[in-house]
């Protein structure tokens, strides 16, 4: 048999118009996303035996097949996780830096302006207008805070709805990959493959990697098995899972993600296996959102007690003692908020938790058990854990009451706790939404003192007597006008100091010790400093008050001391600026709020370098991955100057083959 | 290294992108004159720059806080300085007096001239500052504290409160006096006792003991012996001749010198202490004067006044009444030295007041310079380098721009 030469030109013509084909639509795809360039491999067709050899027949396509490289592929998918999971942390975080340092200053500037005002009370603590001014002043600081919380409050709202969102994206993404599936694997039925199909999964499955992390499994058949957030099953050939969103347990707030079965069995996704943007929300929030409430809630509770607890030791324009200036940081509705069962258990106590010492209050949660009779605390953040012990063992269950040593205190409310009940404390979440101004008259400030201590002009010694607090105005001999107390200290014998308080008819009051035991009415010490109670006062007698026998003793007046020029109060509340007095006396009330902002500022500076690097990783790898598979127009030019050569060339054949024939013909003319 | 088209377009808009955005920066920066506008921008310096302008709030108050006391103490010191003054005339009008023979319209001018300065003390007392607030009131500011009553004694109606405020991180300074310390609580010059003084009228010599102090000097062993504890020094001439002593208590016991002895020779200015006091007489005592020391610890600027009045207004006396009033003039003028000592020690209280705002003052502008220094340095921007920076920048980002915008003209499909 000799050669067929027009039918071996055909075989070219039609090889050259199909590569020209996939050319074309190499180029017409430049930019589709996702796209792989496709090839055309060309083979020859089965040659001839004619004699002792063999004749080639022409060529033909073998398989038009797209250049993909899944190494880099998942090289991509991979980083492409990581990297949204790091810009979305820092865009997150970046916002909230500009809340904390942009908006967030006027917390600093109104906390300063109100102690100005403060200070030009204690100027002319009398004057109505400055008065005025003060409680101006600490509206807007109680604006100002709360501007922040809401801005967090949004801050929070966002992120649940961007987890909302996300959900949604996801399980709309595995409906589509349920449905490739499906196409590819009827498509894949003659050992063929379906490159534009396959691009578009590959193409959702970088999509899904965005929001979560993700691996894959081929099966035989062509179709993709796809797990989530480290192994949760999204998609098994054309099966598909959905992802939703639960209120959270024990705060409904803190929405969790679930994932759910066709059949309806839910799980939860653990956040540390998330990944990707939704890990990186869930992250944020529970993390450095929730932190920074906490923290500006902590300042709120910190400023609101200094400042209503000198309130209440002074004296206001009206006559009576001080109220306080904030709203009580332990009104019940506050101290209920802070408690927060589980829904699950399965006893029935209610509780509140009360704020007893700032200073030794964190800006941490806290977690509540129930075990074996015993409530067992935990601080999320640190870990440790302290079984707490009841202040009144012997009280009814749901009514004992529990202090702690980080500041509060854990009150039963009525019920019953059972085996297994779990609770959350949040003491300083709120903190920041219930800064409100409690006064409503400028008289209301209390910046006279009540009482005032005198040494006497004969002392000999250079103790000092000071009114720590003044707890009760109503008790039996306090000061009024005209009726002064007068505490009178003597040494004797050498080492034991003899102490009585008389009042003005010389009448020896009765005295208790710091814990309130009675004393009698006179009692003796030997170390200093004395701390005691008398009259409903507590004082404290610093330095050694030696006197000069029973004779002439040390003598210290306490009088009352009330007046419109009096301003020891308001000096005292403007003296609170300084005084370290949060956070076991390392940090000032200003302190506090510049800590949560420069918290969020390195976290933020950490976020973007981070963010960079995630960035630099993934465009890396895309662009490895673009450079195997992208299209590049030159190269496309260059193969279409080829085709159309071997195209022409092919037709030439067949011009050939027809002059061959025409020869013939004319030769047997 | 094959590149696709799609990547190589991508690769110059995001290299174009970047600079931009650096530029965009740079901009940002030297508008603002910052280096650092957010936390995050260096969270290092931001913590720093944080407590820096935290502290110069802090000194700004303090700063406001100073002038505020500067000019509540000066109003204070100024009325201080007044009241010196009207004691500086009350004493030369006494010895004015005292000079003046008998002639009794000549003193009650004088007197006169007192019971003006008596006022102007009063409304001195009763001063008020640019609010309207009593400035002696001690706490009680909004009424008059001193009030004449109807027998020209005065009555403090303030306190004893003193205002005091910040002026330094734990440092206050006080920012009043009470009037009742001014005013009220002057010590008596005679110390703890008050004399009066009983002359033999049969002896007509002016030359007679005056006390010049009764003090409690040991409190430890002084026991009142009843109330009000007055004693009585008794003058006789002992059987030697001399001029003899005795001192009983209220009631009637002998407290020198020790029993059985009933006299101890009289030496004049030498301190006779009983009973924990001890008591200095001068000059010469007469046979059968007796001196009664009456418990008074305490006198005030008004009652001197109106004791020089009412010493004014007596008529020239001769003999033993004449002795009397020496004596009585002898201890107002003493009042009067230990009055002008005791305002002179606070002026110079009030002044070293001042001297404490001052220095406190300077301390915290200097202070303030120093790390208002330091915030610059993290926060401010080196305009000089930020602005050859942005140079660069904007240099590289032309760069990037012609060089795109040449190379993607050439295609291999332009030459088809």
């Known amino acids: 048999m000799g050669v067929d030469l027009l039918q071996l030109g055909v075989s070219g013509l ?53 250049v993909f490289d899944q190494f880099r592929y998942n090289e991509v998918i991979f980083n492409q996780t990581l990297n949204s999971g790091a810009q979305t942390t820092a865009s997150k975080m970046q916002r909230l830096d500009d809340t904390m340092s942009l908006i967030g200053k006027g917390i600093s500037t109104s906390l300063n302006d109100l ?77 063929t493959t379906p490159s534009d199909l396959l691009d578009k999964r590959d193409t959702l499955i970088k999509d899904l990697s965005q929001y979560t992390s993700v691996s894959t499994v081929a099966t035989n058949d062509g179709a993709l098995n796809v797990y989530i957030a480290g192994g949760q099953t999204l998609v098994t050939g054309t099966t598909k899972f ?57 300042t709120a509770i910190t400023v609101a007690d200094a400042f209503n607890t000198v309130q209440t030791q002074g004296m206001d324009l009206n006559g009576l003692q001080g109220q306080n200036l904030f709203k009580d940081i332990n009104d019940l509705e506050a101290t209920q908020r802070r408690f927060l069962p589980d829904q699950d258990n399965t006893g029935t106590i209610a509780g509140v938790v009360e704020i007893t010492d700032t200073n030794q209050l964190t800006s941490d949660d806290y977690s509540l058990s129930f075990q074996g009779g015993n409530y067992t605390l935990t601080n999320d953040n640190t870990g440790q854990s302290q079984i707490l012990t009841a202040d009144n063992p012997l009280a009814a269950v749901g009514t004992r009451t529990y202090s702690t040593s980080d500041g509060f205190t854990f009150k039963e409310a009525g019920g019953t706790p059972q085996n297994g009940d779990s609770f959350i404390i949040q003491p300083s979440r709120l903190g920041a939404t219930n800064l409100e101004v409690n006064l409503t008259q400028a008289e209301q400030i209390a910046a006279s003192s009540i009482v005032e201590v005198y040494s006497n002009d004969n002392n000999v010694n250079t103790a000092k007597l000071a009114i720590t607090s003044v707890d009760n105005i109503g008790a039996a001999g306090f000061p009024s006008p005209g009726s002064k107390l007068t505490l009178e200290v003597f040494e004797a014998p050498t080492g034991t100091f003899n102490y009585q308080m008389l009042d003005s008819s010389g009448t020896a009051q009765p005295l208790f010790d710091s814990s309130g035991a009675a004393l009698g009415t ?33 003598r210290y007046d306490i009088e009352y001391s009330v007046g419109s020029g009096n301003n020891k109060n ?61 299209v590049n127009l030159d190269e496309e030019a260059s193969n279409l100057l080829r085709f159309q ?25 | 290294m094959r590149v696709s088209t799609s990547q190589f377009y991508l690769r110059n808009t995001t290299n174009i992108i970047e600079r931009q955005s650096d530029v965009n920066q740079s901009v940002l920066n030297i508008s603002e004159g910052k280096r ?62 005292n000079s003046i023979g008998n002639d009794d319209s000549a003193r009650q001018a004088i007197a006169d001239e007192l019971k003006q300065r008596f006022e102007e003390l009063v409304s001195l007392g009763n001063s008020r500052d640019e609010s309207g607030s009593y400035v002696f009131g001690g706490f009680k500011t909004q009424n008059p504290p001193f009030e004449i009553q109807s027998d020209s004694s005065v009555v403090y109606l303030g306190d004893r409160g003193q205002r005091l405020t910040n002026i330094g991180p734990g440092i206050q300074t006080a920012t009043s006096d009470s009037g009742d310390k001014i005013f009220m609580k002057n010590q008596n010059s005679t110390g703890d006792f008050r004399p009066t003084y009983n002359l033999n009228a049969s002896i007509d010599n002016l030359d007679r003991a005056i006390l010049t102090q009764a003090k409690i000097s040991d409190r430890a062993n002084y026991v009142p012996a009843g109330t009000p504890d007055n004693y009585t020094i008794d003058f006789a001439t002992m059987p030697s001749g001399d001029m003899g002593m005795s001192v009983k208590d209220t009631l009637g016991n002998q407290v020198y010198p020790t029993l059985p002895l009933l006299q101890a020779p009289y030496v004049a200015g030498d301190t006779v202490s009983f009973n924990g006091i001890s008591t200095t007489i001068k000059k010469t005592p007469q046979n059968g004067d007796s001196i009664t020391m009456t418990p008074k610890s305490e006198t005030d600027m008004f009652s001197v006044i109106q004791d020089s009045i009412a010493w004014l207004e007596k008529p020239n006396g001769t003999g033993v009444d004449e002795a009397q009033r020496q004596l009585e003039v002898g201890h107002v003028i ?50 000089v380098s930020a602005i050859s920076i942005f140079e660069q920048q904007k240099l590289s980002l032309q760069a990037s721009q012609t060089a795109f915008s040449q190379i993607q003209n050439m295609s291999l499909l332009n030459f088809l």
């Not at chain 2, 806080?65 to 000066?74: E, K, L, M, V, Y």
Request: aromatic share 4%.
């Open chain 1, 14 to 66: 039609l090889t050259s118009q199909q590569q020209l084909g996939t050319t074309g639509h190499n180029i017409a795809n430049v930019n589709t996303a996702g796209y792989s360039r496709q090839s055309v491999l060309q083979e020859t067709t089965t040659p001839v035996k004619s004699g002792s050899n063999f004749t080639g027949t022409g060529t033909r396509v073998s398989q038009v097949s797209r």
């Open chain 1, 115 to 191: 102690f100005a005002a403060v200070n030009s009370l204690v100027d002319v603590p009398g004057d109505i207008g400055l008065r005025e001014v003060m409680l101006a002043k600490a509206d807007t600081l109680s604006k100002n805070v709360s501007s922040v919380q809401s801005a967090l409050d949004g801050e929070y709202n966002s992120v649940n709805e961007d987890l909302e969102a996300t959900a949604v994206m996801v399980t709309e993404i595995a409906e589509q990959l349920a449905a490739l599936n499906r196409d590819i694997v009827k498509a894949s039925a003659n050992n």
């Open chain 1, 242 to 298: 959905s992802i939703g969103v639960d209120a959270g347990n024990p705060d409904p707030r803190q929405t969790q993600l679930f994932i759910q079965s066709p059949a309806g069995a839910k799980q939860q996704l653990s956040s540390a296996n998330i990944g990707g943007s939704m890990g990186a929300l869930m992250d944020y929030r529970d993390g450095v959102l929730t932190d920074t409430m906490n923290k500006v809630g902590q």
């Open chain 1, 522 to 554: 006179s009692a003796t010490f030997t170390t200093s400093p004395l701390n005691f109670q008398a009259a409903g006062m507590s004082f404290s007698l610093t330095g050694k008050a030696t006197g000069q026998t029973a004779n002439a003793p040390e």
């Open chain 1, 570 to 630: 308001a000096l005292a509340m403007a003296s609170l600026v300084d005084k370290k007095m949060a956070n076991q006396g390392r940090s000032t009330m200003n302190d506090l709020y510049e800590e949560s902002v420069t918290s969020v500022g390195s976290q933020t500076a950490t976020a973007n370098i981070e963010a960079s690097a995630a960035n630099t990783l993934y465009t890396q790898a895309e662009a490895r991955m673009s450079n195997t598979s992208g």
């Open chain 1, 645 to 669: 050569q071997a195209y022409s060339a092919s037709a030439r054949v067949i011009s050939t083959a027809n002059e061959i024939f025409q020869t013939l013909l004319q030769a047997a003319r």
């Open chain 2, 36 to 97: 650092v506008v957010t936390a995050g921008d260096d969270s290092v310096a931001s913590n720093s720059i944080l407590n820096i302008r935290q502290e110069q709030a802090l000194l700004k108050q303090y700063q406001t806080n100073i002038t505020f006391a500067d000019s509540r103490i000066n109003v204070q010191e100024s009325a201080m300085k007044s009241a010196e003054s009207v004691m500086f005339r009350v004493k030369d009008l006494i010895i004015q007096g």
């Open chain 2, 334 to 383: 003493a009042d009067i030295d230990q009055i002008q000592i005791e305002l002179g020690g606070v002026r110079a209280e009030i002044g070293s007041r001042l001297q404490v705002t001052e220095s406190q003052k300077d301390r915290h502008e200097d202070y303030h310079l120093t790390i208002e220094k330091s915030r610059s340095a993290l926060e401010d921007l080196d305009m």
